[in-house]
């Protein structure tokens, strides 16, 4: 049975338009990033995100398997391709 857990992100000092949460399923841990914004989302955030799931490794004081990113942006087609070339799962939030 899976578990989602938030997070808060101002714990981790995380601006807010992104929601943070911690998915539990058979113990593989899976880092959930939803991000709220009007602007396009670029090569360059991919760091950000980066820098969040390490924020919430150590926040939760475990590694994350896997990491899931769900959009209600858009996002630049090089960015898509760099992100799943990192590991991320990307999901769109209008789905």
Not at 34 to 40: A, E, G, I, L, P
Not at 46 to 56: A, G, L, S
Not at 71 to 94: F, H, N, T, V, Y
Request: proline share 4%; net charge positive; aromatic share 6%.
């Amino acid at each position: 049975m899976a578990k989602l857990n938030p997070i808060d992100p101002k714990l981790l000092k995380i601006r807010s338009r992104v929601e943070l949460f911690e998915g539990v399923d058979k113990n593989r841990y899976t880092a959930i990033i939803s991000v709220r914004q009007k602007s396009r989302i670029l090569v360059k955030d991919i760091q950000k995100f980066e820098t969040i799931v390490d924020k919430m490794t150590h926040y939760c004081n475990h590694p994350f398997h896997h990491k899931k990113l769900i959009l209600d942006a858009p996002l630049c087609s090089k960015a898509r391709k760099a992100m799943q070339l990192a590991g991320w799962e990307i999901a769109d939030a209008a789905l």
